[in-house]
């Protein structure tokens, strides 16, 4: 059965260091996501991508994150300066079209920022 | 904005036992997606059970079934039989229709116990 994958599983980076995460969605999928869960807290969504674009967006998402497709089968999570704040467990998803509505999610990469 | 509420922070159940954990929401929306998903210690997750707002008959998927009163604007999801390999948090999520993004709860930790 496909499945999202993620690389690397776990990531220790220096505080204003940047980082690259990376996640390799099912295949035939169109839309990609990316959400954050800080130890102990909820799920919260970060940033939605169909058709080379972002599509929507939270306030978590400021400018110090973007995201990239930069071929047709990664997807890429990039915070360029990391704060300690931004410890938290980091998850891909994707969806494989408007009309499916099921998000299939990746194991995540543990990003811990010291 | 909707909102996804689980009220129940932990839970626990002998194995063989049947179990219902919590979820509310609130939404002005007349049609939406609904889903559980589970978060084993391995911290991946797994989609469990979805429901589409629209359709009155409550979904099941093997020892997993959904309570869902839309008037309540309730979710709960029942397991049957529970099993060690159950013990996981368990999240409630909603998503618009069209929409793009899940919104989590908090999530309940379920235990089994042997």
């Known amino acids: 059965e496909p499945e999202v994958t993620q690389t690397p599983s776990h990531q220790v980076t220096q505080m204003g260091q940047e980082v690259i995460l990376r996640c390799v969605p099912i295949?035939?999928?169109?839309?990609f996501y990316w959400y954050r869960q800080i130890l102990g807290q909820k799920v919260e969504f970060l940033v939605s991508?169909?058709?080379?674009?972002?599509?929507?967006k939270s306030e978590i998402f400021d400018d110090q994150f973007s995201v990239e497709r930069p071929d047709g089968s990664n997807f890429t999570l990039k915070i360029r300066s990391t704060k300690l704040e931004d410890s938290a467990m980091y998850f891909c998803?994707?969806?494989?079209?408007?009309?499916?509505?099921?998000?299939?999610f990746g194991p995540g990469t543990r990003l811990t920022v010291t | 904005a909707q909102t996804v509420t689980q009220s129940q922070p932990e839970m626990s159940v002998q194995e063989a036992e049947t179990v219902t954990l919590s979820c509310t929401y609130d939404?002005?929306?007349?049609?939406?997606?609904l889903f559980w998903y589970k978060q084993p210690p391995s911290r991946q997750m797994i989609l469990v059970i979805r429901?589409?707002?629209?359709?009155?008959q409550n979904a099941t998927e093997n020892r997993f079934s959904v309570n869902f009163q839309k008037a309540a604007k309730s979710f709960s999801l029942k397991i049957s039989d529970s099993q060690l390999g159950d013990t996981a948090m368990y999240f409630c999520?909603?998503?618009?229709?069209?929409?793009?993004?899940?919104?989590f709860g908090a999530g309940t930790i379920l235990r089994v116990k042997s």
């Open positions: 998803a994707s969806r494989r079209a408007r009309e499916s509505y099921e998000q299939y």
């Open positions: 295949s035939n999928h169109l839309y």
């Open positions: 991508f169909y058709n080379n674009e972002i599509s929507e």
């Open positions: 939404t002005s929306e007349s049609n939406y997606y």
């Open positions: 429901q589409e707002a629209y359709k009155q």
């Open positions: 999520a909603f998503m618009r229709e069209y929409g793009n993004k899940l919104v």
